[in-house]
C-alpha cells in the first residue's frame, strides 16, 4: 500500500468477553476468522469495555454499599447513591458537581463523565462496568500477547466514547496504550514555505480512536476491535505513558474558559 | 469493499492553492493523477487552509491597522496588536483573555484559539489565513463542483487542526460541512444485550476529520484534501448546519469545569 493510504478493517462476529478472557488470543481468532492479516506496524484499537470484561471490571449496583458521604452527593445531585459510590471510588478528583452532572479526574488522571463507569454494552440490568485499573498495562499485555501469537510488533490503543466541552455529541479517545508514540510532533518542522512550526503538536492516539470508532459503533454492531494499516505517520517503535497526554490545570490555555 | 473496511486515501502532489482558484476541479483533477474513483457516498475531508486560500481570505499583517481597543488588548496580553485586531474582525464573543491566550466564539460560533486564524502553510512572512467566512457554504459549493465534474454525490468536511481543553495537544475537528448529517444517534436504540441506549450519540464529522488528518499531516506533506471510502455508518444524505455541532453553554456539562 503506498504511503497515502490508510486501511481500517474491523473484526466482525467478535464473541462476547467474559472475565478471565484471553483477550490477545481472542484478537488474534477473530482476526483469522475475518481474514485480516496482522503485520508489523498495524495499530490495533480496542474498545475500552471489551478490556473492562476480560479483567472482570463489571460491577452489579445491587452489590455496592453505598457510604454517607456518596449517599448525600448522590441526593444533592439526583444520582443512584450506589453509582455516586461506584464513581468516587475511581475518583483522585471532583472537577464538577452540579445535578446529574459528576465530572471527575480518576485515579489514572483521565478527566471525564461518571468516571467512565457506563452501562451499555454490559450483560445484566444493574450492571455496570468500570474502566481497566491501568489501562497502559492492559494495552501492554495485549500487545505483548499479539507478538508471542503472531511475531509481529504492534501497537495497542484502548478507546473510549467521551463528552467534550464546547462541542455536541460525543467522540472516541485513547485512554491507554503500548507501543506507540502518544504524539506527532511538528514544532521546529517547516511547513510547505520553510516557516518553522511554533504549535503544532497532534494527539495522533487520539486521531486514531477517532478513526476507527467509526467503524466500532455503540450499539450491537460486535465490532469491538480495528485494526489500522498503513499509518506512515505513527511512531510505532516507543512506548508511552497515557499520563503524557493528560495537560496540567497549569498548561490548559482553556483552563477557565466558558 | 466490506461494511467493516473503510479506507482514506490523501490526494499527493496537491498544487498550491491560490486566490480564486476552483478547489472542485483542482480535487477532482489530483483525484484522476492520484489514480483515486470519486464515488458516489464518499467524504472528501478538506484542509481549512486551501479552503481559506482560495477565497482570498489570506492578510497580511502589515496591512492591518490595529483599533485603539486592539492596541490596548494585545499590551495586556502579549500579542501583536495587528493579530489581535484580526482576530476581533472575526469575534462574536470573548471566552477567554489572558497572558499570550486569547479564546474567542468566532461570528459563525465555532470556539476556538485565536478565532481559528493560524500561521502556517502560508506564503509570505507576515501572512496570515482568516477561516473561511462560511465553511458550511464553502463546502456546498465545492460538495456542488464535484457533481458537476463526476455526477458522484459526495459529502464534504472542511476540516481545521485545534487545541481542546483538558488533554494535550491538538486534534482535527470539522468546521463545515455538505451532504452529510453531523451526527451518528444511537440514543433509543438497543446495545449487544438489547438495553436501551440513553446518550451514546457520536459526532461522526469530527471522527471522520481526525481520521483523515492521519494522512494529511501539518507540516510539508502537500496532501490537504483525503477521500474516505466506505463509511457505512454514515447517512450522506442529508446536509446539516455545523452549528449543530456547537453546544449552547446551559447543555455544555463541562460549563464551569476545571
Known sequence: MQANRIMLVGLKDFPIVEAGDDLAKMIHEAAVKNNVTINQGD????????????????????DVQPSPRSEKMAKAIQKDPRLVELVLRETKRIV?????????ENKNGLICLNA?????????EDSYALLPEDPDRSAERIRAGILKLTGKHVAVIICDTYSRPFRRAQVEFAIGTAGINLF?????????????????????????AAAAELIMGQGNEAIPVVIVKNLARVDGGRSALIADLWISREEDLFKNAH
Do not use: C, H, W
Not at 464538577?96 to 471527575?104: D, H, Y
Not at 506527532?184 to 510547505?192: A, F, I, V
Open 184 to 208: 506527532k510532533d511538528y514544532r521546529g518542522q517547516q511547513d510547505l514555505f520553510g516557516y518553522i512550526l511554533q504549535v503544532k503538536n497532534v494527539a495522533i492516539v487520539d486521531e486514531i
Open 96 to 104: 464538577k458537581i452540579a445535578p446529574k452532572t459528576l465530572i471527575v
Open 116 to 124: 467512565g463507569i457506563d452501562k451499555s454494552n454490559v450483560l445484566g
Open 43 to 62: 495499530v490495533v484499537a480496542i474498545a475500552q469495555k471489551i478490556v473492562s470484561k476480560a479483567e472482570g471490571r463489571i460491577v452489579r449496583l445491587n
